[in-house]
């Protein structure tokens, strides 16, 4: 099957978007299927061979952060080119909502077209001031799938449109075989986010680590993701701050080892998540996960059962939970049990089936939709020829 996917975001700025398109990519041309992935880029020297360049992107504020997107007429020139030269048998467009190629490509398609819905959005002025753009978007659409019955909800209730749920999925294996990316020489928590998005609550952590320090003086903190240290640590007591590693933003393998490593990966989350996709590789690697309690989360996490869940913004209440699962090794070692198992069923080999499914019906939809339309021509020129012969 020759399959075209519309990223939104930039290829080479950190996201999960762009994550769940390069796994879904790379899954469905290791079943054998010709993919092309039409993306934002600002180097497209980062891209894979797979991906074709969509145009720089430009900074906009998008669901509580700020997104980088593509649109413009170079942009639209671009995927016309795109589309016409794919000759797709599916169009699979993420975020089609969002200001950017997705729905570029939508009103430029003319075959079968699936969208995935990410965002989680209770309020939104970019589909609330678009609604009747949004519309023609999905009038091109014939299945949408939605990654978290959050992300469903918000279709439902911004532009009254239905979803099938399909979860993220994760490259399981990847992160189970990853090796330490080195020893600490303690207990050590991981962070893993942009460190200048407050939604992503650094902050509260940091704050709980304080506290933390208090009674388990020996803890140290890891940070992962892109962002200027320098300035998020900048009120934190130089004391404090010896016991904090930096990474930086990092490459997929690293991110990996960096699970691999630490005893308890946190995400102190605040909201604008729907699914929790970095939870899901933290398991993969038998990591015990400690996140806020997002709805999101809990679902990720089985209700809790296979991590521990503190309220939202509340520093005290996490870092009473960091101490009491460094405390208890075999809660540890049972979460990191339990996480594992939870994660297999979000593997990629079995969420690409589901998402082929969809493929199937669209295709052999549209395929019956043809023979219809070409047997009622054929019958009218039948009828035609009748009427002449009489």
């Known amino acids: 099957m020759r399959i075209g996917i519309v990223c939104p975001y930039a290829w080479d700025v950190p996201g999960g978007v762009q994550v769940h398109v390069r796994d879904l990519a790379e899954t469905l041309i290791e079943r054998g299927h010709d993919v092309s992935v039409l993306t934002p880029v600002e180097d497209p020297a980062n891209l894979p061979p797979y991906a074709v360049d969509g ?4 900074a906009i504020p998008y669901n509580g952060s700020v997104a980088r997107l593509t649109l413009g007429v170079k942009a639209t020139a671009r995927v016309r080119r ?9 169009l699979h467009v993420h975020e089609p909502l969002a200001p950017s190629l997705g729905g570029l490509a939508c009103w430029a398609a ?9 965002s989680s959005i209770e309020r939104s002025r970019v589909l609330a001031t678009g609604y009747y753009l949004a519309q023609t978007v999905l009038e091109k659409v014939s299945a949408i799938i939605a990654v978290s019955e959050h992300a469903r909800r918000t279709l439902v209730d911004h532009v009254g449109a239905d979803a099938v749920l399909i979860p993220n999925g994760v490259r399981v294996d990847r992160f189970a075989r990853a090796a330490p990316l080195r020893d600490w020489g303690s207990p050590t928590v991981l962070f893993l ?11 509260v952590l940091l704050d709980a ?19 200027d240290p320098g300035e998020v640590l900048a009120d934190v007591d130089p004391m404090l701050r010896e016991h904090i590693t930096c990474l930086g933003r990092v490459d997929d393998e690293v991110k990996a080892q960096a699970l ?13 998540e729907s699914f929790g996709i970095v939870l899901l590789e933290a398991m993969a690697a038998g990591t015990p996960v400690v996140a806020s309690d997002l709805e999101a989360f809990e679902r990720v996490l089985d209700g809790g059962r296979c991590g521990v869940m503190f309220p939202g913004g509340d520093h005290r209440a996490l870092a009473g939970a960091i101490e009491e699962l460094l405390r208890d090794p075999a809660r540890c070692e049972a979460l990191s049990t339990l996480g594992r198992q939870r994660a297999q069923r979000y593997d990629w080999g079995s969420v690409s089936e589901d998402v082929l ?3 199937e019906s669209v295709v052999s939809g549209q395929q019956r939709v043809e023979e219809d339309l070409r047997g009622q021509i054929v019958g009218r020129l039948a009828g035609r020829g ?4 009489a």
Do not use: C, M
């Open 55 to 58: 145009g720089r992107p430009r």
């Open 82 to 90: 795109w589309v016409r030269h794919g000759d797709f048998d599916v």
């Open 110 to 118: 003319r075959g079968p077209i699936v969208a995935t819905v990410h």
């Open 193 to 203: 986010g942009r460190l200048d998005e407050r939604r992503k609550g650094l902050p």
């Open 209 to 227: 680590f304080s506290l933390l320090r208090q009674t388990q003086p020996d803890v140290r903190l890891v940070i992962v993701g892109p962002g």
């Open 260 to 272: 691999a490593s630490v005893d308890i990966y946190v995400a102190p989350n605040t909201g604008g």
């Open 357 to 359: 499914r969809v493929y």
């Open 386 to 389: 009748r009427g002449s012969d």
